[in-house]
């Protein structure tokens, strides 16, 4: 039985520090790829009490609802359209300050203020996407960025 999720007070980093080494017993020797997303999300919501957290996996061309912790999402985005769709077509992490002045945001839920989206990219190829709101303006920045990349890595 995997250990509660705890981290220390204090800032971003630190927490961030403390959930690695969780995530990763969470995920060690467990091969299913869904499994291993719902538990992410599941810690990161836990510990940052983000407004959502969730994955996205391609499916037959399409971004398609994978495992995720918060209010009801888009169950489908398009290639290259919205945050999410964006970030799969390009292949690299956004981090969007205001979601209203995103070209193109598909409002899931009006309480999310800003965003971050991070690829899960194999084989030179983008697979799903972590996706994650807020309801603060600015509230992702690049030790987000630098951390959420790297529990990316640890899903296979």
């Given at each position: 039985?995997?250990?509660?999720?705890?981290?220390?007070?204090?800032?971003?980093?630190?927490?961030?520090?403390?959930?690695?080494?969780?995530?990763?017993?969470?995920?060690?020797?467990?091969?299913?790829t869904?499994?291993n997303?719902?538990?992410?999300?599941?810690?990161?919501?836990?510990?940052?009490?983000?407004?959502?957290?969730?994955?996205?996996?391609?499916?037959?061309?399409?971004?398609?609802?994978?495992?995720?912790?918060?209010?009801?999402?888009?169950?489908?985005?398009?290639y290259?359209?919205?945050?999410?769709?964006?970030?799969?077509?390009?292949?690299?992490?956004?981090?969007?300050?205001?979601v209203?002045?995103?070209?193109?945001h598909?409002?899931?839920?009006?309480?999310?203020?800003?965003?971050?989206?991070?690829?899960?990219?194999?084989?030179?190829?983008v697979?799903?996407?972590?996706?994650?709101?807020?309801?603060?303006?600015?509230?992702?920045?690049?030790t987000?960025?630098?951390?959420?990349?790297?529990?990316?890595?640890?899903?296979?």
């Amino acid at each position: 039985m995997a250990e509660e999720l705890t981290v220390k007070k204090g800032g971003k980093e630190e927490m961030y520090e403390a959930l690695l080494p969780q995530i990763e017993g969470l995920l060690a020797g467990e091969p299913d790829t869904i499994a291993n997303m719902a538990n992410v999300a599941a810690a990161l919501k836990q510990v940052f009490d983000f407004f959502w957290t969730g994955f996205y996996v391609v499916k037959d061309g399409v971004l398609v609802l994978a495992p995720f912790q918060g209010p009801v999402a888009c169950t489908r985005i398009t290639y290259g359209k919205g945050v999410c769709g964006t970030a799969w077509k390009e292949a690299r992490t956004i981090i969007v300050p205001d979601v209203d002045k995103f070209p193109g945001h598909i409002a899931c839920n009006a309480a999310s203020r800003s965003e971050i989206v991070v690829p899960l990219v194999r084989a030179g190829k983008v697979v799903a996407v972590l996706d994650i709101d807020s309801n603060y303006l600015n509230y992702f920045d690049d030790t987000d960025a630098k951390y959420l990349e790297r529990i990316c890595l640890l899903i296979d």
